[in-house]
């Protein structure tokens, strides 16, 4: 994560990223602080290799990243499904013009 400053705050980094030696011997422990705090970096040789995440927050990023295949599909698969909306205006009137 990066500071006000710009530089990355290691310490927040270094809780979250494993080596894959240390991941292998502690997976439950990975398996579980992925689904509890968030994506957990699995790196080999100092360089980033994978990283864990839970089903839900996978899900959620595969649906995001789906493409409706038509507007209908867009509108029926939208969140805001249900929410009524109140379409109704004032009619207009016009406006007085000085000719």
Not at 24 to 40: D, I
Not at 61 to 84: D, H, I, T, Y
Request: aromatic share 8%; net charge positive; hydrophobic share 30%.
């Amino acid at each position: 994560m990066a500071n006000r400053r710009g530089k990355r705050d290691t310490k927040k980094i270094q809780q979250q990223s494993w080596q894959v030696q240390t991941a292998k011997a502690r997976f439950s422990e990975v398996f579980r602080k992925a689904r509890q705090e968030g994506p957990q970096i699995i790196t080999r040789q100092g360089t980033e290799a994978v990283v864990m995440i839970s089903q839900e927050r996978y899900s959620q990023l595969v649906n995001r990243a789906r493409q409706p295949k038509n507007l209908f599909q867009f509108f029926r698969e939208s969140p805001l499904v249900g929410v009524s909306l109140d379409l109704e205006r004032d009619k207009d009137k016009g406006r007085n013009v000085e000719l």
